[in-house]
């Protein structure tokens, strides 16, 4: 499978559904508050595209634990993420400036940290994703981010026009 930064090179592959890439990209401040403003601008693309409800809440849920994790565990004072709807393939990803854990990793079972929180998202996004990875972000520079990326099979609802 190929990852959602080879997404635009799929528009030339043969696929079950032929449609030039649809493409989102958007930038928010690293903050807590901006998980929730991601949700809610992938959610309202994808009901744009007619993603079906089951696919939309496996992509809200992806985007916030990407999202939440470049915002918590890097020193970003950005956060991107591009989503493209291909065929009937959804890509994610998330990119973060850097400054975090190199590289990040999923953790398997095992006790909640001291904070409470579990730090198991990675493995979430391992479970909902038919494919993921983490890759250095395209910048180039040595303490550049990292860019997480997932992918989706969908299905698209019919046109109510």
């Known amino acids: 499978m190929a990852s959602p930064h080879d997404a635009l090179s799929l528009e030339d592959r043969p696929s079950a559904v032929s449609v030039r890439p649809l493409r989102d990209a958007f930038r928010l401040p690293a903050l807590d508050t901006s998980v929730s403003r991601a949700r809610r601008r992938v959610l309202d693309r994808l009901h744009e595209w007619r993603v079906d409800q089951q696919a939309c ?86 303490d550049s981010g990292h860019a997480v990326w997932a992918e989706l099979t969908c299905s698209l609802n019919p046109s109510e026009d």
């Open 57 to 142: 809440e496996d992509a809200q849920l992806l985007v916030s634990e990407l999202f939440t994790n470049a915002v918590r565990h890097t020193g970003s004072d950005k956060v991107s993420c591009e989503l493209w709807l291909v065929g009937l393939r959804l890509c994610l990803e998330v990119t973060d400036q850097g400054g975090g854990p190199d590289p990040l990793r999923p953790r398997p079972g095992g006790p909640v940290d001291s904070d409470g929180e579990s730090g198991r998202g990675l493995l979430l996004v391992s479970v909902l994703a038919d494919d993921w990875g983490i890759r250095r972000s395209l910048d180039g520079g040595p």
